[in-house]
Protein backbone atom coordinates (compact mmCIF):
# COMPACT_ATOMS: atom_id res chain seq x y z
CA UNK A 1 0.00 0.00 0.00
CA UNK A 2 1.55 3.43 -1.11
CA UNK A 3 1.31 6.74 0.18
CA UNK A 4 -1.60 8.13 -2.60
CA UNK A 5 -3.53 4.93 -1.02
CA UNK A 6 -3.10 5.62 2.49
CA UNK A 7 -4.21 9.22 1.97
CA UNK A 8 -7.48 8.08 0.16
CA UNK A 9 -8.54 5.70 2.35
CA UNK A 10 -8.16 8.57 5.32
CA UNK A 11 -10.44 10.50 2.77
CA UNK A 12 -13.26 7.81 2.69
CA UNK A 13 -12.98 7.33 6.06
CA UNK A 14 -13.59 11.65 6.67
CA UNK A 15 -16.21 11.21 4.32
CA UNK A 16 -17.90 8.49 5.84
CA UNK A 17 -17.50 9.83 9.03
CA UNK A 18 -15.36 6.81 10.19
CA UNK A 19 -14.14 6.95 14.11
CA UNK A 20 -11.52 3.75 13.48
CA UNK A 21 -10.66 1.52 10.70
CA UNK A 22 -7.99 -1.25 10.68
CA UNK A 23 -6.37 -3.62 7.08
CA UNK A 24 -4.60 -6.57 7.56
CA UNK A 25 -2.77 -7.44 4.01
CA UNK A 26 0.06 -10.15 4.18
CA UNK A 27 2.66 -9.03 6.62
CA UNK A 28 1.00 -5.47 6.56
CA UNK A 29 -1.14 -4.11 9.05
CA UNK A 30 -2.54 -0.40 9.00
CA UNK A 31 -4.29 0.91 11.98
CA UNK A 32 -6.29 4.31 11.62
CA UNK A 33 -7.90 6.34 14.49
CA UNK A 34 -9.44 9.39 14.37
CA UNK A 35 -10.42 11.57 17.18
CA UNK A 36 -8.97 14.08 19.48
CA UNK A 37 -6.04 15.43 17.53
CA UNK A 38 -3.13 16.38 19.50
CA UNK A 39 -0.01 18.21 17.50
CA UNK A 40 3.14 17.54 18.27
CA UNK A 41 6.83 18.78 16.77
CA UNK A 42 9.68 17.02 17.09
CA UNK A 43 11.65 18.98 19.66
CA UNK A 44 15.42 18.17 20.40
CA UNK A 45 16.14 20.87 23.07
CA UNK A 46 14.17 23.90 24.15
CA UNK A 47 14.30 26.57 26.99
CA UNK A 48 11.85 26.30 29.64
CA UNK A 49 9.01 29.10 29.85
CA UNK A 50 9.67 31.49 33.17
CA UNK A 51 6.71 33.17 34.29
CA UNK A 52 6.69 35.82 37.58
CA UNK A 53 4.08 35.09 40.24
CA UNK A 54 2.57 38.01 41.23
CA UNK A 55 3.31 39.76 44.90
CA UNK A 56 -0.35 40.00 45.74
CA UNK A 57 -3.02 37.53 44.49
CA UNK A 58 -5.16 39.44 41.83
CA UNK A 59 -8.70 38.26 43.43
CA UNK A 60 -10.84 40.94 44.41
CA UNK A 61 -12.10 40.71 48.15
CA UNK A 62 -15.73 40.43 47.29
CA UNK A 63 -15.35 37.25 44.70
CA UNK A 64 -13.18 35.35 47.85
CA UNK A 65 -15.27 36.19 50.68
CA UNK A 66 -19.24 35.59 50.14
CA UNK A 67 -22.20 36.87 52.06
CA UNK A 68 -23.16 35.50 55.59
CA UNK A 69 -25.04 32.42 55.17
CA UNK A 70 -24.25 32.53 51.25
CA UNK A 71 -21.76 29.87 49.48
CA UNK A 72 -19.48 30.52 47.03
CA UNK A 73 -21.33 29.53 43.91
CA UNK A 74 -24.47 31.77 45.17
CA UNK A 75 -22.06 34.62 45.61
CA UNK A 76 -21.33 34.81 41.99
CA UNK A 77 -20.03 31.75 40.74
CA UNK A 78 -17.10 29.76 41.38
CA UNK A 79 -14.90 30.87 44.30
CA UNK A 80 -10.86 31.24 42.60
CA UNK A 81 -8.22 29.56 44.41
CA UNK A 82 -6.44 32.40 46.15
CA UNK A 83 -2.57 31.91 46.56
CA UNK A 84 -0.63 33.20 49.90
CA UNK A 85 1.42 36.47 48.72
CA UNK A 86 5.24 35.47 47.49
CA UNK A 87 8.36 37.24 47.23
CA UNK A 88 8.31 39.09 43.67
CA UNK A 89 11.84 37.43 43.41
CA UNK A 90 9.92 33.75 42.89
CA UNK A 91 9.22 32.86 39.47
CA UNK A 92 7.55 29.60 37.92
CA UNK A 93 9.38 27.49 35.36
CA UNK A 94 6.62 25.76 33.00
CA UNK A 95 6.67 23.33 30.67
CA UNK A 96 7.19 24.36 27.27
CA UNK A 97 6.14 21.66 25.49
CA UNK A 98 3.69 18.19 25.94
CA UNK A 99 5.59 15.03 27.63
CA UNK A 100 6.90 12.88 30.59
CA UNK A 101 8.32 15.21 32.78
CA UNK A 102 11.90 13.16 34.28
CA UNK A 103 13.79 14.38 37.17
CA UNK A 104 16.94 12.36 36.29
CA UNK A 105 18.43 11.64 33.52
CA UNK A 106 18.19 7.79 33.40
CA UNK A 107 16.19 5.12 35.81
CA UNK A 108 17.90 4.78 38.96
CA UNK A 109 19.82 7.93 38.87
CA UNK A 110 19.51 10.54 41.35
CA UNK A 111 17.65 13.48 40.41
CA UNK A 112 18.98 16.61 38.66
CA UNK A 113 18.37 18.72 41.42
CA UNK A 114 16.55 18.53 44.78
CA UNK A 115 14.46 21.72 46.99
CA UNK A 116 16.76 23.70 48.21
CA UNK A 117 19.34 23.25 45.75
CA UNK A 118 21.55 26.57 43.64
CA UNK A 119 21.24 25.88 39.83
CA UNK A 120 23.15 27.85 37.74
CA UNK A 121 22.04 29.75 34.20
CA UNK A 122 22.36 26.41 31.61
CA UNK A 123 22.09 23.87 33.85
CA UNK A 124 19.45 21.38 33.46
CA UNK A 125 16.35 20.98 35.36
CA UNK A 126 14.95 18.01 34.40
CA UNK A 127 13.94 16.45 30.90
CA UNK A 128 10.41 16.00 29.20
CA UNK A 129 10.36 13.43 26.65
CA UNK A 130 8.16 14.20 23.97
CA UNK A 131 8.05 11.38 21.23
CA UNK A 132 10.72 9.63 22.05
CA UNK A 133 12.79 12.14 22.51
CA UNK A 134 14.39 13.87 25.72
CA UNK A 135 13.87 17.10 25.73
CA UNK A 136 16.86 18.62 28.41
CA UNK A 137 14.97 21.79 29.96
CA UNK A 138 17.87 24.34 31.05
CA UNK A 139 17.88 26.79 33.99
CA UNK A 140 17.52 30.80 32.00
CA UNK A 141 18.95 32.02 34.99
CA UNK A 142 20.63 31.44 38.37
CA UNK A 143 18.22 30.36 41.02
CA UNK A 144 17.23 28.62 44.35
CA UNK A 145 14.74 25.76 43.89
CA UNK A 146 12.06 26.50 45.84
CA UNK A 147 9.10 23.72 44.85
CA UNK A 148 8.86 20.87 42.19
CA UNK A 149 5.45 20.82 40.99
CA UNK A 150 5.76 17.54 38.72
CA UNK A 151 6.64 13.87 40.04
CA UNK A 152 9.09 12.19 37.88
CA UNK A 153 7.44 10.53 34.87
CA UNK A 154 4.27 12.74 35.08
CA UNK A 155 2.87 13.87 32.19
CA UNK A 156 3.12 17.61 31.55
CA UNK A 157 1.11 19.72 28.83
CA UNK A 158 2.02 22.99 27.33
CA UNK A 159 2.21 25.79 30.28
CA UNK A 160 2.21 23.65 33.27
CA UNK A 161 4.34 24.11 36.07
CA UNK A 162 7.31 22.68 36.63
CA UNK A 163 9.37 24.38 39.13
CA UNK A 164 8.31 27.35 41.20
CA UNK A 165 12.53 29.46 41.95
CA UNK A 166 14.08 32.12 43.25
CA UNK A 167 15.82 34.17 41.10
CA UNK A 168 19.68 34.66 42.67
Known amino acids: MNQ???KELIELLVEKDIAEFELERGDMKLHIKRGATAQFAPVV?????????????????AASSPAPGQTPAAAGGAQAPT???VDADLHIV???????????PSPGAPPFLKIG???QEGQ??????????????EAEFRCKIIKICKENAQPVEFGDPLFLVERL
Open 83 to 85: APP
Open 45 to 61: QVAPAVASVPATPAVPA
Open 124 to 137: VLCIIEAMKLMNEI
Open 117 to 119: DTV
Open 4 to 6: KEI
Open 94 to 104: KSPIVGTFYES
